[in-house]
Each structure stands twice: as structure tokens, then as C-alpha cells.
């Protein structure tokens, strides 16, 4: 295995629906992840950056975002992410379920890893899910 035992995932998505079917996707699999959480692209952010309740939480391996978020938008948090030197290795799947095309070029543009989009089946949402951590468990990640 070319990255750590466990993958530490940071999903920042606001549907307790979505966020039930990655955690059971996430379990299913043979990839050992820590997941974290956060509902806001405000708190995506200060998880990232280490503030406020978020003081001690590790650096993720993977980040899992949502374009439709209270707050912070996914697409600033992604600009966010990017243009900071300590975050901007960190690969960012956007998983949303807009389909607007300038909504996936932004996304691309502002450097995210991949851009997909949520099957409206939760049984091929948890299948996309489980892709996804197939393919990071065996791409090569950049140290911190």
C-alpha cells in the first residue's frame, strides 16, 4: 500500500443523507479511513487551518467537498485550499450534484483532483464512493 494504513478524509457535505451513505460506503470498504466532518464550508476551513475546536485534528489525506454549502461555497473553499502552501497538496474531489458545466471548469481550475457527480441510487453513490478510495489508496500522495 503506497499510503497510510489509514487514509484520513476530511468530508465537508451539509445532507445528513449524503453524509450516512459515505460513512457506510467508507466502512465497506477495505480502505481503513478516519473520516472527519464538517457541515460548512466555514468549518471546512477551520478545520483545515486548525482553529477553534479544531486545534488538535490532523492533517487529511483527501478532501471530499460539496459545492452547495451554507457559509463558504465549496468552490471558494477549494480556492481557499489552493492558493494556501500548506494545504494546496492535499487532493480535493469535488462530489456535488451540479451538472452546470461552469461549475465543473471552475472546479477544475481552481485545481480540484477530480469533479463528480452524486448518483441520485444510494447503492451507486456508495460504488462511486468506494472507487474514489480504491484509486487514492494506491495513487501517490505528497508528504505534508
Same mark, same amino acid.
Given at each position: 500500500m503506497l499510503n497510510p494504513e489509514k487514509m484520513k478524509v476530511l468530508v465537508v457535505e451539509d445532507n445528513p443523507d449524503d453524509v450516512t451513505i459515505i460513512k457506510r460506503a467508507m466502512r465497506k470498504s477495505e480502505v481503513k479511513c478516519e473520516l472527519y466532518f464538517a457541515r460548512d464550508g466555514e468549518e471546512a476551513l477551520d478545520f483545515l487551518h486548525r482553529e477553534g475546536e479544531f486545534e488538535d485534528? #490532523?492533517? #487529511? @489525506? /483527501?478532501? /471530499? /467537498? @460539496? /459545492?452547495n454549502l451554507p457559509k463558504i461555497n465549496g468552490l471558494e473553499v477549494l480556492a481557499k485550499v489552493k492558493e494556501d502552501e500548506r494545504l494546496r497538496r492535499i487532493p480535493v474531489i469535488v462530489l456535488t450534484i451540479s451538472e452546470r458545466e461552469e461549475d465543473m471548469v471552475k472546479a477544475y481550475d481552481s485545481g480540484a483532483a477530480s469533479y463528480m457527480t452524486k448518483p441520485v441510487d444510494s447503492k451507486d453513490f456508495e460504488r462511486l464512493i468506494g472507487t474514489v478510495q480504491d484509486y487514492w489508496r494506491i495513487a501517490k500522495i505528497p508528504p505534508e
Amino acid at each position: 500500500m503506497l499510503n497510510p494504513e489509514k487514509m484520513k478524509v476530511l468530508v465537508v457535505e451539509d445532507n445528513p443523507d449524503d453524509v450516512t451513505i459515505i460513512k457506510r460506503a467508507m466502512r465497506k470498504s477495505e480502505v481503513k479511513c478516519e473520516l472527519y466532518f464538517a457541515r460548512d464550508g466555514e468549518e471546512a476551513l477551520d478545520f483545515l487551518h486548525r482553529e477553534g475546536e479544531f486545534e488538535d485534528v #490532523p492533517r #487529511p @489525506d /483527501l478532501i /471530499l /467537498l @460539496d /459545492l452547495n454549502l451554507p457559509k463558504i461555497n465549496g468552490l471558494e473553499v477549494l480556492a481557499k485550499v489552493k492558493e494556501d502552501e500548506r494545504l494546496r497538496r492535499i487532493p480535493v474531489i469535488v462530489l456535488t450534484i451540479s451538472e452546470r458545466e461552469e461549475d465543473m471548469v471552475k472546479a477544475y481550475d481552481s485545481g480540484a483532483a477530480s469533479y463528480m457527480t452524486k448518483p441520485v441510487d444510494s447503492k451507486d453513490f456508495e460504488r462511486l464512493i468506494g472507487t474514489v478510495q480504491d484509486y487514492w489508496r494506491i495513487a501517490k500522495i505528497p508528504p505534508e
